[in-house]
């Protein structure tokens, strides 16, 4: 079955730096997202993408933050200079047509410290 | 704007039985999709069961099933014959279709399953 891959698992990074989450997203998909969970909360939205653009991002999705498909097939998540409270699980998803296929990545803890 | 709302904070089921998890949600929208995901404490988000609210017949996976109620807003998950694997964070989540929009979720069901 098709899957939707995140790369690191796990990232530990100093508060102040910046840190890039990879994801590859099932290659007929044409929408792409990117969620956040705080230990213990929910599933927050952050930003989705479409036709090579931001369709609508969350309030959370400040100007630290930025997406980009740099080469058709990986999806990235910039966070330009994290802070402790980013410390979270990031979630890239991504879908087909309507509701079909929305499917998520095994996700990337992000620890800062 | 649409709410999800999971009431349970924690439920506990005995291995072999049956357990419901409740959700409900808020729109004033016709045609959307809802949708149970399960967490295990890897943190992976997997896909349960999906229903579409233009069916009328209640979506089925196995053990795992849907009561469907459009007029109520309510969308509940059955777990048949429990097993020690099903023990997860449940969430269930509305989403509203068209290009761009974004799953909404509800704050989540602990479900322990006692052997």
């Known amino acids: 079955e098709p899957e939707v891959t995140q790369t690191p698992s796990h990232q530990v990074t100093q508060m102040g730096q910046e840190v890039i989450l990879r994801c590859v997203p099932i290659s007929n998909h044409l929408y792409f997202y990117w969620y956040r969970q705080i230990l213990g909360q929910k599933v927050e939205f952050l930003v989705s993408f479409y036709n090579n653009e931001i369709s609508e991002k969350s309030e959370i999705f400040d100007d630290q933050f930025s997406v980009e498909r740099p080469d058709g097939s990986n999806f990235t998540l910039k966070i330009r200079s994290t802070k402790l409270e980013d410390s979270a699980m990031y979630f890239c998803?991504?879908?087909?047509?309507?509701?079909?296929?929305?499917?998520f990545g095994s996700g990337t803890r992000l620890t800062v410290v | 704007a649409q709410t999800v709302t999971q009431s349970q904070p924690e439920m506990s089921v005995q291995e072999a039985e049956t357990v419901t998890l409740s959700c409900t949600y808020d729109t004033s929208e016709s045609d959307y999709y809802l949708f149970w995901y399960k967490q295990p404490p890897s943190r992976q988000m997997i896909l349960v069961i999906r229903?579409?609210?233009?069916?009328?017949q209640n979506a089925t996976e196995n053990r795992f099933s849907v009561n469907f109620q459009k007029a109520a807003k309510s969308f509940s998950l059955k777990i048949s014959d429990s097993q020690l694997g099903d023990a997860a964070m449940y969430f269930c989540?509305?989403?509203?279709?068209?290009?761009?929009?974004?799953?909404?979720f509800g704050t989540g069901t602990l479900l322990a399953v006692q052997p």
């Open positions: 998803a991504s879908r087909g047509a309507y509701g079909y296929g929305y499917t």
């Open positions: 229903q579409e609210a233009y069916k009328q």
């Open positions: 989540a509305y989403f509203l279709g068209g290009a761009t929009n974004k799953l909404i």
